[in-house]
């Protein structure tokens, strides 16, 4: 039997297993399943079981943003894949290093008081593995399974993946005769029924929010949202080992067998579509794009947007949903002010993680996808991080006024004027520094783009062609204090 040996050529080497398939780049097998349908099935699948491990449990509760800004997590895993999978090995190199210090910025306690540490090397190899096992349920569950040839072909890739991160893939076995009893073995006598797995299952999909696509018809989406969570989550909990569903005590729904296969049978249809019509990034990518956007697509998405709004009109005019709740009395903002209400700029910006309070994962979490879009180096990285949590010190003197280790909305509404002090001014210099890539002292079209993802704001278009550190710190310091919306950053940190 072919082992699926990876060598230690790591993200850079060209080893193959012994059939000379290519272990990444667009030959290798796994590159099939980017722009399969399936897929969304069953990365939700391995989700679960990754949350379901105590470390990853913890860390994701913690940390993470997949509860507030699904869609940003979304389109940031899926971009990372993609990375990790190129043709260049540069660009899997780069993208290695920057996910491992990412995740050596994610260490602490459980609330059993268990250390975790997301460089767990047994930890990460059980995220890989669940990505290996849900990749070939999908294809047994869909009608499709894949045969030992291919499974191996895939498993080898895989572990190539693992050994691109952590050097090497001794983690996990080596043969894949020998992966099967591991698998088993972690599912049986170290999942939990954690807070994170519950929160994936019976909680994101009954509040996830809008993408760009449907924001201006939140009727709609919730309509649509009250019928799909439930499904989603029944067919996710039908999907995963039965061991764990009876350790977990898991609700078994009476016919979710059924509709979990028939989920995965019609997804699996895809195959029948010519090659080329499923472009999952680009999907991704225009159900975010932001009202006014110049990229080329904005076009279709308006167009998209403006059937999104006339079909949530007509649904307001036959059901009793609204819109959702007004402004507060008192909240409104003064004419050309632009304000957000203390409360709404708390939820939408500060609490990135979701979890009703401000502390530092959330200000991590800002730094985490500044560094992303700017694709920094690890010093700029260090740089930008390191201002953020002179920020966060900043923060807890000023405003924890009960010694709790973090903010409250409460705590936040009563020194609102506090936040834009000195450590805020240096975290707006420093992304200057970082954005401005040529260090000319400006921000030309095309550095701007590459943190917005969109042309110059209009109010900077006089400018030149460029935007000088002034107002590129005034603007950033203006959408920090909420003293205005609309801004550039909306999309990048208000917006899920």
Same mark, same amino acid.
């Given at each position: 039997m072919r082992t699926g040996r990876t060598g230690t050529g790591g993200a850079s080497g060209t080893a193959r297993p012994e059939d000379g398939q290519p272990l990444f780049g667009s030959d290798a097998r796994f590159h099939a399943f980017f722009d399969d349908p399936r897929w969304a099935?069953?990365?939700i699948r391995a989700t679960v079981l990754e949350a379901a491990h105590p470390q990853i449990g913890a860390a994701l509760a913690d940390n993470s943003t997949f509860v507030a800004?699904?869609?940003? #997590?979304l389109r940031n895993t899926f971009l990372s894949m993609r990375r990790m999978f190129s043709d260049d090995p540069a660009? #899997?190199?780069r993208e290695a290093a920057r %996910?491992? #210090?990412?995740?050596?910025? =994610?260490?602490?306690?459980?609330? #059993?008081?268990? /250390?975790?540490?997301a460089m767990d090397r047994a930890t990460r190899a059980w995220v890989?593995?669940? %990505?290996?096992?849900?990749?070939?349920? =999908?294809?047994?569950?869909?009608?499709?399974?894949?045969?030992q040839d291919t499974m191996e072909g895939i498993y080898a890739e895989y572990r190539a993946? %693992?050994?691109?991160?952590?050097?090497?893939?001794?983690?996990?076995?080596?043969?894949?005769h020998d992966f099967w009893p591991y698998f088993d073995g972690v599912v049986e006598n170290e999942l939990e029924n954690t807070e994170a797995a519950r929160v994936i299952l019976f909680r994101l999909f009954d509040h996830l929010p809008a993408p760009a696509l449907f924001d201006g018809a939140p009727a709609l989406w919730a309509a649509g949202r009250a019928v799909v969570g439930p499904l989603l989550g029944a067919i996710t909990v039908a999907s995963l080992p039965e061991p764990f569903r009876r350790r977990?005590?898991?609700?078994?729904?009476?016919?979710?067998?059924?509709? =979990?296969?028939? /989920?995965?049978?019609?997804?699996?249809?895809?195959r029948f579509l010519p090659d080329g019509w499923l472009d999952v990034e680009g999907v991704i990518e225009l159900v975010s794009l932001p009202p006014g956007s110049d990229d080329p697509r904005a076009r279709t998405a308006a167009a998209l947007r403006d059937r999104v709004k006339r079909a949530s009109a007509l649904l307001r005019l036959v059901t009793p949903l609204s819109d959702g709740p007004g402004p507060a009395p008192g909240t409104a903002p003064g004419p050309g002010e632009g304000r957000r209400p203390a409360e709404e700029f708390f939820r939408q910006v500060l609490d990135q993680t979701g979890d009703g309070h401000l502390d530092w994962p959330d200000l991590a979490a800002m730094a985490r996808e500044l560094s992303t879009r700017l694709d920094l180096d690890e010093p700029e990285e260090n740089r930008l991080y390191d201002a953020f949590a002179a920020w966060w010190r900043e923060l807890q003197a000023d405003l924890d006024t009960d010694g709790d280790g973090r903010v409250s909305l409460a705590e936040y509404a009563a020194a609102v004027p506090s936040l834009a002090g000195p450590a805020l001014i240096r975290v707006a210099e420093v992304l200057f520094d970082a954005t401005d890539k040529d260090g000319n002292g400006t921000i030309d079209a095309d550095e701007y783009r590459a943190l917005f993802r969109t042309a110059f704001h209009?109010?900077?278009?006089?400018?030149?062609?460029?935007?000088?550190?002034?107002?590129?710190?005034?603007?950033?310091?203006s959408f920090m204090s909420a003293r205005r919306t609309g801004t550039p950053y909306d999309p990048l940190l208000a917006e899920a």
């Open positions: 099935l069953a990365i800004r699904p869609w940003r #997590r660009v #899997r190199e %996910l491992n #210090r990412l995740h050596a910025r =994610m260490s602490g306690s459980d609330s #059993r008081g268990r /250390a975790y540490d890989v593995a669940t %990505l290996f096992e849900s990749a070939v349920t =999908m294809c047994r569950l869909s009608g499709q399974p894949l045969g993946f %693992l050994a691109a991160l952590d050097g090497d893939a001794g983690e996990l076995p080596e043969d894949l977990a005590g898991l609700p078994e729904t009476p016919g979710a067998q059924s509709l =979990m296969r028939g /989920a995965y049978l019609a997804a699996g249809l895809a209009r109010d900077l278009a006089a400018t030149g062609g460029s935007c000088g550190r002034s107002a590129f710190v005034s603007d950033f310091l």
